[in-house]
T-cell receptor, first 112, second 113 residues
Framework: GESVGLHLPTLSVQEGDNSIINCAYS??????FIWYKQESGKGPQFIID?????DKRQGQRVTVLLNKTVKHLSLQIAATQPGDSAVYFC???????????FGKGTHLIIQP | DGGITQSPKYLFRKEGQNVTLSCEQN?????MYWYRQDPGQGLRLIYY???????QKGDIAEGYSVSREKKESFPLTVTSAQKNPTAFYLC????????????FGSGTRLTVV
């Protein structure tokens, strides 16, 4: 069954504000996590990843935080822009041959 | 540029008809996957293949079939046994190993008419 979930199906933020998208996972053995961005009608695109031996990883305008104690993953987007509007999925690798397990996604809506 | 190509982008199926969705990658990836996505839902695994000539059922394999005769290709057939095939289908691939994410195709939207 699904072991990765997101707290909110929809998140609305003002343009220019910072966005935080959350994800909870249930498998403590998972050792690799990824955030994907999916625009309408397109395939998901890789944003950033993190291994379980790290707590934080930064990219361009994005930061992923991993809290293994409470099995929580978050994606922070700085200075949100209209082009950030999309559905964001977290995914975990539990080490099985069947690859990544995905959550249902959070739809990020940017208000002008 | 390397990538993963799905075709067609849109596909219409009549009741009782089998249709095949194409997925081709030139990334030299060993593993390939098919997912189904319904509106407002996450990705559900249909089939996956770790090597040529081998594939495994995912969580929702009933009514679908696949083949992996070449490393580059992993076609998905939606059979007439799939009672609710209208969905967005995504193909993905990655390198073997635990720390590689997926590269996704652009998807095929299948509609039953």
């Amino acid at each position: 069954g699904e072991s990765v979930g997101l707290h909110l199906p929809t998140l609305s933020v003002q343009e220019g504000d910072n966005s935080i998208i959350n994800c909870a996972y249930s498998n403590s053995a998972s050792d690799y996590f990824i955030w994907y961005k999916q625009e309408s009608g397109k395939g998901p695109q890789f944003i950033i990843d993190i291994r379980s031996n790290m707590d934080k990883r930064q990219g361009q305008r994005v930061t992923v935080l991993l809290n293994k104690t409470v099995k929580h993953l978050s994606l922070q987007i700085a200075a949100t822009q209209p082009g950030d509007s999309a559905v964001y999925f977290c995914a975990e690798n539990k080490g099985g041959a069947d690859g990544l397990t995905f959550g249902k996604g959070t739809h990020l809506i940017i208000q002008p | 540029d390397g990538g993963i190509t799905q075709s067609p982008k849109y596909l219409f199926r009549k009741e009782g008809q089998n249709v095949t969705l194409s997925c081709e990658q030139n990334l030299n990836h060993d593993a390939m996957y098919w997912y189904r996505q319904d509106p407002g839902q996450g990705l559900r695994l249909i089939y996956y293949s770790q090597i040529v000539n081998d594939f495994q059922k995912g969580d929702i394999a009933e009514g679908y079939s696949v083949s992996r005769e070449k490393k580059e290709s992993f076609p998905l057939t939606v059979t007439s046994a799939q009672k609710n095939p209208t969905a967005f289908y995504l193909c993905a691939s990655n390198r073997a190993g635990p720390y590689y994410g997926y590269t996704f195709g652009s998807g095929t939207r299948l509609t039953v008419v």
